[in-house]
């Protein structure tokens, strides 16, 4: 079942600013949807959708069963308890301790003081700042800080946690900390997860599905592994390049060279995801027809929804056996392309 449901959703600030257009979208119960998009094409006006921090100018925002369009502003406030947020900047209370961050939501709620102090300590554990209770955010590192939000932001045991480029204020080691700490989290109580990023990297790491957003549209969506394997949008691609899984370029210059360099038969592209990968698939197939498979260069690349892989090949053989390999990989739906 769908926890979260955009359809038709539009934005548009001070009667001037279309931020987004005609959103449609759908996420699972577990999900770890990502969202990724250029510096202004919508993302945190959606995120602040899915919280009720923000009103959609037109279109329904089913978040937990209800339109936050149609509920009032205590229905909207009981909501937004089970829905924890962390955010770039951590926007953390500087005045106030770690353990004391934590509780922050849960006076609010008014929970009784001893309960509070339980489920910090259980929250701390959680995070890995047991020893830093007492602490002040000033005497923090970056991921120290964002461990703290994201145990504050899971105080009220939220059923959907709202993740704005949680990540960017922080080194690419510090981030991978994180994310492994977030998908532990997701493990642990499978919480669905949105997280906001302008870095494909981080959709590759831990996120299960993807929305690429552009202008305020969402140009492409689906599971990570397929559409890392088969991206359509060019800002799809751009975000693609970013990734290890882009080394496209390098290997286009080296055709050339690879070409003087293995003059029998023909060098192939094969690119396969983890329908078809783990399995000696492209040596049976050779061997079937006869054919000698060299292989080039070759990479294979991990997404939470599977492997995806490229292999540069030559093959060397009678032109009518590479023909009927050919078409038997292409059969097996492994993408092949002739250089
Ligand atoms: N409160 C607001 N009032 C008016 N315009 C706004 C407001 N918030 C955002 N916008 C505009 O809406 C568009 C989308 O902004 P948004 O902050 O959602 O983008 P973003 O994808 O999060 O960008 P970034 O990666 O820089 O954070 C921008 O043109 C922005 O200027
Ligand atoms: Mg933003």
Redesign the pocket.
Known sequence: MAIIKLSNVN?I??N??H??KDIDLSVQEGDIYGII????????????LLNGL?TATNGEVVVLGEDFGKINNEQRRIKRQSIGMIF?HFNLLWSRTVAENIAFPLEILGIPKAEREKRVDELVKLVGLEDRKSNYPSQLSGGQKQRVGIARALAGKPKILLC??ATSALDPETTADVLELINEIHKKTNITVVL?T?EMNVVKTICTKVAV?DD?KIVEEGLVSDVFYNPQNNVTKKFLKQTSFSSEKSAIQNVANWKEEFVNGRIIKLTFNNKNFNEPIINDVTHEFNVKLNIIQGKVDKTKTGYIGTLYTQLIGEDVDIDKVIDKLIKLEITVEVL
Not at 37 to 48: D, E, M, Q, V
């Open positions: 934005k600030y001070n001037d600013v931020a987004l998009g250029y510096s202004g094409a919508g993302k945190s006006t959606l995120i602040r923000e770039q704005d480029e906001i302008h957003i305020g």
